[in-house]
């Protein structure tokens, strides 16, 4: 068979990557506005709501397989020609999602004082957490239904569709959130109810949508005991997955609070930016699930490799340009959170590794997307498995010895705050080289260990001949 031409690829790739980052962006721009306005209410009421949102984002997060195992599924039929399959297979990761959300909200409407007085926030923040929890747990039910619906649109090689139904919910949870915090003095309550009002209106156009076109095809979209019990299994090593990433990324938060208050403030603002730069990384290893899933489909290896080559430059040359971008602002991005000179000059320090980082993130983005849609779901949790395996380790260690280690660099030198960013060369800034071990551990050692586990699996044609529909 032909082998696809790059300019084509090149298309397909931005066509659905583009949209895809625009649905990615809408949520953090919902959560920042919501904040905004809670923040109105009162420093308490604000911690509420931050600890709220990280156990939803928590929940959220380990149900991010709903949509990774929608997209291999349906895209892979719909490869093969078999668009009903295709549907059905969306329609049985859309009912699992359903009822996972449901059996989350039970789960937060009962212990969400319990869960949220586990951060260690003052009583008056865990009691505004559990209220927030509280109002919001009805939208688990639909945020994790929009998730399996966007997975399923996504495989059918569109996302457009939950680009336009994301901006217009993001919207929709403004105007509520407004309405119901201010307007009907519900307080953060009226938090809650918004973004599970503006998440039920996501999901019911999305499952629209996919009615119908399966009504056009003639597919029941009535709940199939087999078909979700099949999609729960192959989710599930996905699962497994993404503990052991939120595991790592707990682990390294956890390195951060050991080296001092300052080492923490600054992470902080790294990881926002870090974070940042992965939503564009995240679009293109969306884009790489789509169309890995229809070339195998397809039963065109060629194409396949020609994705995951395509996808690899991209993924290379866009860390690239992320990097540059971080490295030249990592004097000045600081200031957009702080204007404390220590934090700022830490920043800057921890900003230069994440920036040199990039272009690994980007390689390990592309592995991850594609493999996620060939469903080579068993390796990707074994792999992970090795992965928080090595890092757990160099994290404990970091944790335990990185002062140390920063004290020894320093030979018992210490900087003003007004010295240059860069001048941690000297060893001097306590703060900025406890960050370089910190970011050594996240971005260098755990990303590097993904890059060798994905690369060695990628290299071979196992995980395309046994890749499972």
């Known amino acids: 068979m032909d082998k696809p031409r790059q300019s084509t690829l090149n298309r397909q790739i931005l066509e659905l990557a583009i949209p895809a980052l625009g649905a990615l962006v809408a949520e953090p721009l919902m959560t920042m506005a919501d904040s905004a306005m809670v923040g109105h209410l009162g420093t308490e009421q604000l911690a509420g709501m931050a600890v709220g949102t990280t156990i939803l984002n928590l929940f959220v997060g ?25 549907l059905r297979g969306g329609i049985d990761g859309m009912w699992l999602a359903a009822g996972i959300g449901l059996l989350l909200a039970l789960v937060l409407l009962a212990a969400a004082p319990q869960l949220a007085s586990l951060f260690g926030a003052s009583p008056a923040a865990s009691e505004y957490a559990g209220i927030y929890l509280r109002a919001a747990a009805p939208g688990l039910i639909s945020m994790l239904t929009v998730m399996a619906a966007t997975g399923t649109l996504r495989g059918m090689l569109n996302t457009r569709t939950p680009f336009v139904v994301a901006t217009l919910g993001a919207l929709a949870n403004v105007c509520l959130n407004a309405t119901l915090i201010y307007g009907v003095d519900l307080g953060i309550r009226g938090a809650g109810i918004g973004t599970a009002l503006a998440q039920t209106g996501m999901a019911v156009a999305l499952c629209l949508i996919v009615y119908r076109g399966a009504r056009r095809e003639g597919v029941s979209v009535r709940p199939s005991i087999e078909g979700i019990r099949k999609s729960g299994f192959s989710g599930l090593p996905l699962l497994i997955r993404s503990l052991a990433l939120q595991l790592c990324g707990v682990l390294t938060v956890s390195a951060a609070t050991r080296l001092g208050d300052l080492t923490l403030a600054s992470h902080q603002v790294i990881n926002s930016i870090w974070a940042l730069s992965s939503f564009s990384l995240d679009a293109l290893a969306i884009a790489a699930q789509a169309l890995t899933g229809h070339a195998l489909g397809t039963g065109n290896f060629d194409r396949v490799k020609a994705v995951l080559g395509r996808c690899l430059a991209w993924g290379a040359g866009v860390g690239v340009f992320l990097g540059a971008i971080i490295i030249v602002g990592s004097p000045v991005i600081g200031r957009i959170y702080s204007s404390d000179q220590q934090v700022l000059m830490a920043t800057a320090i921890g900003l230069i590794v994440a920036g040199l980082m990039q272009p690994l993130a980007g390689v ?32 404990l260690a970091i944790a335990h010895f990185g002062n140390t280690w920063s004290a020894a660099l320093a030979g018992g030198q210490s900087l003003p705050a007004t010295a240059p960013s860069y001048g941690w060369i000297l060893g001097g800034n306590h703060a900025g080289t406890n960050l370089v071990w910190v ?9 590097g260990a993904r890059a060798v586990v994905l690369a060695l699996r990628a290299r071979g044609s196992k995980w395309m001949e046994n890749a499972e529909g």
Request: hydrophobic fraction near 55%; proline fraction near 2%.
């Open 364 to 395: 390990v983005y592309m592995l991850d997307g594609v493999l996620i849609g060939a469903n080579d779901s068993k390796y990707m949790a074994a792999s992970y498995v090795v992965v928080l395996a090595v890092y757990a380790p160099a994290a």
């Open 439 to 447: 970011w050594i551990g996240y971005a260098a050692i755990m990303f």
């Open 62 to 86: 380990m149900c991010i397989f709903l949509a990774y195992t929608t997209t291999a599924l349906t895209s892979r039929r719909l490869g093969a020609g078999d668009k009903k399959g295709a």
